[in-house]
């Protein structure tokens, strides 16, 4: 830390002895008032092998940095859980509760912000090894509260109460002198009693403990609410909102899942963009924009209506969650249209009989009663429904005269809410995929006999042998068990044939509703065993 106007040259430096072994880091910086603030972990002494989290102030004006003054940060969930480590850090605006409890009483600049940061704990008496079974926690600390203990630490420096000293690894030795000076908020310093250590550590009210490793905070206000934005060690990104001093969870999705594990910590290193729409964060070798002030972020109608805590008031418009200005007609937040996102198998024979599962979003429920409706065709030809939920319906495929495909159609009324909590209406389309109806023909079969005990292994050729849901194959009355199938070819193991020997058996394969056999072309022939 050092100033220079060209001629003259100040700084703060360590002694030569605490150069080798007081190890600080500077997480975060920034200017409040006429103060200059820095965010640091350090050794609590420089004989200590614990370390803790302060803010190092110093004026604006002073060159001389006899300002410069430390105090400890505490952020602490219950009686015994300390968080001592700060990881990443912010300066906000506090939360519209806080002001409305008369934290923040005068309106001041100083008393409306809040420096939000997160925090880790470490292993007892091991340094800066970070005990992740206590994952992370969120804290604020409220320039007003800041502002207050920096000015007491300089009181008490000034006034030698039991708990003041000064900064022993600035200045080896030096202790607080008592003197009569006005120490007030905006204290420029003094050449008596430079480089204060605080005793007393300012308190932050704690927000929410997390399982994962904070690694960035980012701070914004949207419609008068005040988002935390964090970032953390596994590459996710977690948009919540500071509400009665809890962090709500509003959106949560991962940014890093392309890069190797080592690579996908969120660095405490992000930034706005002027209009703080969207926030810059760093993983590895790569920058990523999130659209923290977009409702893109959303990415299907369920989540999009769902998302009732977040300020922005997200909508369903058309195919998109939309700002309610951004959407020109038909902005919903209490309904959803139902969507598909695949269905199997994407063949079935002319005869029907296919189980057709389709999966996606807001079908509704069989179990809403006479409140909810469902309807799927192929094309025109109607489905009939076996099984139904909100995000799954099984129906099977009714018999058609020619060969044909079609996009699937699904048709849902839901208004009881019952199945999702918001009403479904409207229609989905598998545009892209299309259930082609077809027509599996049997062409050949070898061999054409076998021994009555069975073990004999079977091929069927012909065409479009791999379609429909189900597949067997019989050679008379003896099941043949199928391992392999493919679009023109059918391998199976017969059974033990109970009939007399050299019977001729009629070979048989349903695929679904169809049967296919090839008795006409080769009769199958079983005989006795050799022994």
């Known amino acids: 830390m050092a100033y220079s106007d060209g001629d003259r040259h100040t700084g703060v430096g360590f002694t030569d002895t605490s150069k080798k072994s007081y190890y600080v880091e500077y997480v975060y910086g920034f200017s409040h008032g006429n103060f200059s603030y820095f965010l640091t972990t350090q050794k609590v002494s420089p004989q200590s092998h614990s370390f803790e989290s302060r803010l190092v102030r110093v004026h604006h004006d002073d060159t001389a940095f006899f300002s410069y003054t430390e105090v400890p940060l505490k952020c602490q969930q219950g009686m015994n859980t300390i968080f001592n480590l700060a990881t990443a850090a912010q300066l906000g605006k506090v939360s519209d509760e806080a002001q409305n409890a008369h934290l923040f009483a005068d309106g001041s600049e100083d008393e409306e912000k809040a420096l939000y940061v997160s925090f880790v704990s470490t292993v007892r008496g091991g340094g800066t090894i970070v005990d992740e079974t206590k994952g992370s926690a969120l804290c604020s600390f409220s320039m007003?509260?800041?502002?207050?203990?920096?000015?007491?630490a300089i009181r008490d420096c000034f006034n030698r109460e039991s708990?003041?000293?000064?900064?022993?690894w600035i200045v080896e030795g030096a202790k607080c002198q008592r003197a009569k000076i006005a120490v007030d908020d905006n204290f420029f310093g003094s050449g008596i009693n430079s480089f204060i250590e605080g005793g007393e550590a300012i308190a932050g009210q704690f927000i929410e403990q997390f399982k994962s490793q904070l690694t960035a905070v980012a701070v914004t206000t949207q419609n008068?609410?005040?988002?935390?934005?964090?970032?953390?060690?596994?590459?996710?990104?977690?948009?919540?909102?500071?509400?009665?001093?809890?962090?709500e969870l509003i959106h949560s999705s991962g940014i890093a899942d392309d890069l190797p594990q080592n690579m996908r910590s969120i660095l405490k290193s992000v930034a706005f963009d002027p209009p703080e729409k969207n926030l810059y964060l760093l993983t590895g070798n790569k920058i990523t924009k999130y659209p923290v002030g977009s409702c893109s972020i959303y990415n299907h109608c369920q989540s999009c209506i769902s998302s009732g805590a977040d300020p922005l008031e997200c909508g369903w418009c058309g195919s998109s969650c939309t700002l309610r200005e951004e959407c020109s007609s038909g902005f919903q937040r209490d309904r959803c249209p139902p969507s598909i996102d695949d269905f199997v198998p994407k063949y079935g024979p002319l005869e029907g009989g296919t189980f057709v599962n389709i999966t996606g979003k807001n079908f509704g429920s069989s179990t809403s009663g006479s409140g909810s409706s469902l309807t799927v065709r192929i094309g025109l030809e109607v489905c009939d429904i076996i099984s139904w939920q909100n995000n799954r319906i099984t129906c099977v495929t009714r018999p058609v005269n020619a060969p044909m495909a079609n996009i699937i159609n699904v048709s849902v009324s839901d208004k009881t809410k019952l199945s999702t909590g918001y009403i479904i209406e409207g229609q989905a389309y598998s545009y892209g995929h299309l259930f082609e109806y077809v027509k599996p023909v049997?062409?050949?079969?070898?061999?054409?006999?076998?021994?009555?005990?069975?073990?004999?292994?079977?091929?069927f050729e012909g065409k479009y042998l791999a379609v429909g849901s189900k597949t067997a194959a019989k050679i008379g009355n003896v099941d043949c068990k199928i391992y392999f199938t493919s679009h023109d070819r059918i391998s199976c193991r017969t059974g033990r044939f109970e009939g007399p020997p050299y019977s001729l058996s009629v070979a048989l394969v349903t695929i679904d509703d169809a049967s296919l056999n090839v008795s006409s072309l080769a009769p199958f022939r079983d005989r006795k065993s050799v022994v």
Do not use: C, E, Q
């Open 144 to 152: 007003k509260d800041v502002i207050s203990a920096f000015t007491k």
């Open 163 to 168: 708990d003041a000293r000064r900064a022993t």
């Open 224 to 247: 008068d609410a005040v988002i935390a934005v964090l970032g953390t060690n596994d590459g996710k990104v977690i948009k919540t909102k500071i509400s009665n001093s809890r962090a």
């Open 442 to 459: 049997l062409t050949s079969l070898n061999p054409l006999f076998g021994p009555m005990s069975g073990g004999t292994n079977v091929t």
